[in-house]
């Protein structure tokens, strides 16, 4: 069984920061990639930001230059940095691993992490 933990979500005003951690256990055999998807009201779930093992990132244009993602592949755990926080950031974020797990790679997902980004 695999579990992905996260934390750091909460209640920050316009132009603060959060950090968010995600941290995976189980049996987990290897670690592709982790990343941050976030979905607000009426909205699709969309892509934050993504890092793989060897620390290639790929980020939202929304983003770009306020998060940064981060791994710890000895701790299965990403990190997402958020500074300059806006109202339209406001969102449940979840974590997202493509891992290897008894012999088969596949997605696993947490289960969310409110952000709320007053104005």
């Known amino acids: 069984q695999v579990q992905l933990v996260e934390s750091g979500g909460g209640l920050v005003q316009a132009g603060g920061s959060l950090r968010l951690s995600c941290a995976a256990s189980?049996?987990?055999?290897?670690?592709?990639?982790m990343g941050w998807f976030r979905q607000a009201p009426g909205k699709q779930r969309e892509l934050v930001a993504t890092?793989?093992?060897?620390?290639?990132?790929d980020y939202a244009d929304s983003v770009k230059g306020r998060f940064t993602i981060s791994i710890d592949n000895a701790k299965n755990t990403v990190y997402l940095q958020m500074n300059s926080l806006k109202p339209e950031d406001t969102a449940v974020y979840y974590c997202?691993?493509?891992?290897?797990?008894?012999?088969?790679?596949?997605?696993?997902w947490g289960q969310g992490t409110q952000v709320t980004v007053s104005s």
């Open positions: 890092i793989t093992s060897g620390g290639s990132t």
């Open positions: 997202n691993a493509e891992m290897v797990v008894s012999g088969t790679l596949d997605d696993y």
């Open positions: 189980g049996n987990i055999f290897s670690t592709n990639a």
